[in-house]
């Protein structure tokens, strides 16, 4: 089975390393925790890694423990058995029954009560269940993916998720990353979304000015894709003309950016230059144009935190300030305006010596 990840869109590293892992996992019958903010799509990996598993013409069974009242819990995920409790009129499988030979998908475990922990732990163990109110054990075949926006491993410190079950799911652990992580994802995903909704509704096809692109470049996406795509629905329904301008995004995008005028004037900026600043500045050979200071954008183009960003720069500094000096550290250090012994340091840290 190829893993088919079409209808997950972006293009930044870290969702390339995600696929990366969910291509190799899938195929095994191995447990999975996937991690990530609310939004981040964990729940579309799940599916994708069923799809992509031996598994793909069986169930699969999705089961939200957080939705879920506490005591019904147990018998929605195992079963019952008639009369086990007031309301068990009928003799119920659960959904780890329906999900023989195929996956189970508990979203949300970092809700789940520590007693039904113990029993999810020995599912993992024995693979075998118990109906509430049955006799005896049944043998399943099922995988066990699991999914959280908690973080378990604090969870585990502060007592509310066990150790043991933590390891056991654990095995491979796909996190997430956060939509304000992966660069330029924003705007593709902006676009697609607008695009499909666009089409949904019978609209033309929608644009964004440039200032209207860079705030959705700059805005941090609490509810990361999810978000992001109910407002790309909205804006297709409310827009007004052929391009979504700046007034047309929702107040708190608009209200999290600070000066407008700063912000326009950097998206004329960027309009003007096809390329990142700092990111041509750094490609350029040494005849320097007008130097342009870096913006935020920047960063999220590159998929790069501040201090990638930085280190890379000082990098390049330092090969260039070598090169110059034909390796004699004492002149490159000058040319640097640090100290020889800061420079010896430097190229120690990056294995530049
Ligand atoms: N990379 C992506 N490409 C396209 N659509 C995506 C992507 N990531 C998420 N989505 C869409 O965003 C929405 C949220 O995704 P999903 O339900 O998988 O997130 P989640 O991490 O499970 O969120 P929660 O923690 O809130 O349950 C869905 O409509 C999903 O289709
Ligand atoms: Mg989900």
Same mark, same amino acid.
């Given at each position: ?259 407008? =005028?700063? @912000?326009?004037?950097? $998206?004329?900026?960027? %309009? ?5 600043? /700092?990111?041509? !500045? #750094? ?31 000082? =990098?390049? @500094?330092?090969?260039? $300030?070598?090169?110059? %000096? ?5 002149? /490159?250090?000058? !040319? #640097? ?17």
């Amino acid at each position: 089975m190829e893993l088919d990840t079409s209808e997950i869109i972006g293009q930044s590293t870290s969702l390339k390393n995600v696929f990366k892992v969910l291509a190799k996992v899938a195929p095994t019958d191995s447990t999975v925790l996937v991690t990530g903010e609310s939004g981040t799509g964990k729940e579309l990996m799940v599916r994708a890694l069923h799809q992509g598993s031996a598994r793909h013409d069986k169930p699969f069974v999705p089961i939200n423990c957080g939705a879920i009242p506490k005591d019904l819990l147990e018998s929605e995920l195992f079963g019952h058995e008639k009369g086990a409790f007031t309301h068990a009129l009928r003799t119920r499988p659960g959904r780890f029954e329906l999900a023989d030979g195929g996956t189970i998908f508990l979203d949300e475990i970092g809700e789940m009560d520590l007693s039904l922990q113990v029993k999810i732990l020995r599912v993992l163990q024995e693979k075998e269940i118990e109906r509430v109110g049955g006799s005896g054990a049944r043998k399943v075949d099922v995988r066990i993916v699991a999914a959280t926006n908690r973080d378990l491993d604090k969870e585990v410190q502060e007592g509310r998720f066990r150790e043991d079950l933590f390891y056991r799911l654990n095995v491979i652990p796909l996190h997430l990353p956060p939509l304000r992580e992966r660069g330029g994802d924003v705007s593709i995903l902006a676009k697609h979304f607008l695009e499909l909704f666009c089409k949904k509704g019978g609209r033309k096809k929608l644009g964004f000015s440039p200032e209207a692109k860079l705030a959705l470049e700059c805005y941090a996406w609490p509810g990361n894709v999810r978000e992001l795509e109910n407002i790309m629905e909205r804006l297709s329904i409310l827009a007004e003309g052929n391009t979504v301008a700046l007034d047309d995004l929702p107040g708190k995008i608009l209200s999290s950016l600070g000066n407008l =005028e700063e @912000l326009e004037a950097m $998206a004329a900026a960027k %309009a003007a230059r096809p390329e990142p600043a /700092a990111v041509a !500045a #750094l490609n350029r050979p040494a005849a320097p144009q007008a130097f342009i200071w870096p913006v935020l954008a920047d960063l999220r183009k590159y998929d790069m935190n501040l201090k990638d960003f930085l280190d890379n720069i000082e =990098e390049r @500094l330092l090969k260039e $300030a070598l090169d110059l %000096a034909d390796g004699v550290k004492n002149q /490159a250090a000058e !040319a #640097l305006g640090i100290k020889r012994t800061t420079l010896i340091e430097k190229l120690k840290k990056r294995n530049l010596e």
